[in-house]
Each structure stands twice: as structure tokens, then as C-alpha cells.
Antibody, heavy 121, light 108 residues
């Protein structure tokens, strides 16, 4: 059974750095093809893909946000971490992590429940 | 970057009616398009992948069609649980990304 769960602060101040953790089970990021992405959704707005890390530790970032994002993984802990620097109120959103299998099923087939991050002083 | 445009933004229909949602890509994505359903307070759920294949457990009333730049999601007869927001997403290049702006299907 595949599950993902996001965790991190609910509130951050402008200019601070956000660190989010995705803890997953039911698959391993050391398995060829496995990938985890971060996707966000501002209140009442559309989904926005942010970053992806794959089994081979290759990392991909949204063009518009790449200077602010860092994605990393700890395979032994089944965790993926996203950091976003210089947070702004427009970054207020629900942040999701989701799985894809590059070789088997390259779509977002499993999602976490999301974590709401509010940026406010 | 490929831009996905969904229309209409809102669709007001009654249970039992047919829903037709559109997704247009700014350049060809072949058949590398998916549809997701999102209900309030929930994560998106994959409905359709590769333009026309239903994901596991998705009822037959959901169908997808199209290729290249024009895609359609059809719900043949709306059930009460189908009123939600629907997003398309493409993966014609890697990594996957580019979601559309969404279509809200609301009860008329």
C-alpha cells in the first residue's frame, strides 16, 4: 500500500526559508524509475508543479522557481525534502508530494493529503 | 513551456446530465495527457491517463479523448459525487508538469 504524508510548518514569515518533508511508504526511491514530486496549490487556484527527484538522484525544478528551490532525498528514511527560500505571502498554498514511476506509470498516481503553509508576518 | 488551457472555467449541470470538459495545449503533447478530479479539502485523484485510459477503479462514465493539442473529458451521466474541479496535466517532456487552470463542475 503506497502512502505519502507531508509535514512542515503551518506558518512562516516573509523572507524565511520553508522546509517541507514528504514521508512515504509502499515503495522505495532506490527502485529504478521511482520519482517524487512536489506540487502546490494556492487557495482557490490551480495546481503548480514545483520539483521532482528521481531514483538516480536527478533533480528537476520549475523554471520560474528554480532559484529558490532545493529538493533532496534520504532513501534510508523514505523521505524527500523540499526547501524554498525567501518566502512571500504569494507562496501561501497547500503543498503536496506525489509519486510517479518513470518506467512503469509516469503519472501522479499517489498523492499525500497536503499541508497548508501560510506566509504572514 | 507547454501551457494547458481548460474550458469552460465553470460548468453548471444537473445530476444525470452529460459533462464535456476541454483542455487545449499550446503545442502538441501527443497522447501524454491526464485528467485529475479534486474535491474540496482533498488531494487530486487520477482519472484518465494517456488521454483515454481510465485509472484503476474509475467508473466507466468517465472517458477521455483527443491527441495532439485538443483533449476532452466526458462524464456521460453526472452522479452527485462527480461535482468537483477537474484538471488536465501533460507529460510530453520530462519532468511531468504543466497543469491546466481547472474546470469546476457545479450543481445547477
Amino acid at each position: 500500500q503506497v502512502t505519502l504524508r507531508e509535514s512542515g510548518p503551518a506558518l512562516v514569515k516573509p523572507t524565511q526559508t520553508l522546509t517541507l518533508t514528504c514521508t512515504f511508504s509502499g515503495f522505495s526511491l532506490s527502485t529504478s524509475g521511482m520519482c517524487v514530486s512536489w506540487i502546490r496549490q494556492p487557495p482557490g487556484k490551480a495546481l503548480e508543479w514545483l520539483a521532482l527527484i528521481d531514483w538516480d538522484d536527478d533533480k528537476y525544478y520549475s523554471t520560474s522557481l528554480k532559484t529558490r528551490l532545493t529538493i533532496s532525498k534520504d532513501t534510508s528514511k523514505n523521505q524527500v525534502v523540499l526547501t524554498m527560500t525567501n518566502m512571500d505571502p504569494v507562496d501561501t498554498a497547500t503543498y503536496y508530494c506525489a509519486r510517479t514511476d518513470y518506467y512503469g506509470f509516469p503519472w501522479f498516481d499517489y498523492w499525500g493529503q497536503g499541508t497548508l503553509v501560510t506566509v504572514s508576518s | 513551456e507547454i501551457v494547458l488551457t481548460q474550458s469552460p472555467a465553470t460548468l453548471s449541470l444537473s445530476p444525470g446530465e452529460r459533462a464535456t470538459l476541454s483542455c487545449r495545449a499550446s503545442q502538441s503533447v501527443s497522447s501524454y495527457l491526464a485528467w485529475y478530479q479534486q474535491k474540496p479539502g482533498q488531494a487530486p485523484r487520477l482519472l484518465i491517463y494517456d488521454a483515454s485510459n481510465r485509472a484503476t477503479g474509475i467508473p466507466a462514465r468517465f472517458s477521455g479523448s483527443g491527441s495532439g493539442t485538443d483533449f476532452t473529458l466526458t462524464i456521460s451521466s453526472l452522479e452527485p459525487e462527480d461535482f468537483a474541479v477537474y484538471y488536465c496535466q501533460q507529460r510530453s517532456n520530462w519532468p511531468p508538469g504543466s497543469f491546466g487552470g481547472g474546470t469546476k463542475v457545479e450543481i445547477k
